[in-house]
């Protein structure tokens, strides 16, 4: 598991709206924990889609990164402990825990290296 948090990625995600609500693709881990799915690039994101089956009703989004860390909470509030980068149907490149990801985000925005 890859320990270098995310705080200089401006990643894309995937997502469709459900009840007025925006829904995230997220990908299982082995552990079968579910993880939010990031990629580094529309290309990738668009990749995945395709791959995964997931219809156009899916979009690709590129959040400003306040509105990224309010996802990445939003995930670790029902459940999600991880994300992945660049996933396929097999395997991710990187894999995160979202607490560590938060934990650099705020150090970052309070200027404190700890």
Do not use: K
């Not at 994101?45 to 995964?52: D, F, H, L």
């Not at 860390?69 to 894999?95: T, Y």
């Amino acid at each position: 598991m890859e320990s270098n948090p995310v705080h200089d990625l401006e990643p894309f995600l995937l997502y469709v709206e459900a009840e007025h609500q925006a829904e995230f693709a997220v990908w299982r881990l082995a552990s079968g924990e579910s993880a939010l799915a990031l990629f580094a690039d529309r290309e990738s994101a668009e990749r995945y889609r395709s791959a995964a089956e997931l219809g156009e009703i899916w979009h690709v989004y590129q959040p400003a990164p306040p509105v990224l860390q309010a996802i990445l909470e939003a995930c670790q509030a029902h459940g999600i402990e991880f994300a992945v980068l660049n996933p396929d149907l097999n395997q991710a490149h990187r894999i995160w825990r979202l607490t560590d990801v938060l934990e650099a985000a705020e150090r970052a925005s309070t200027g404190s290296d700890d």
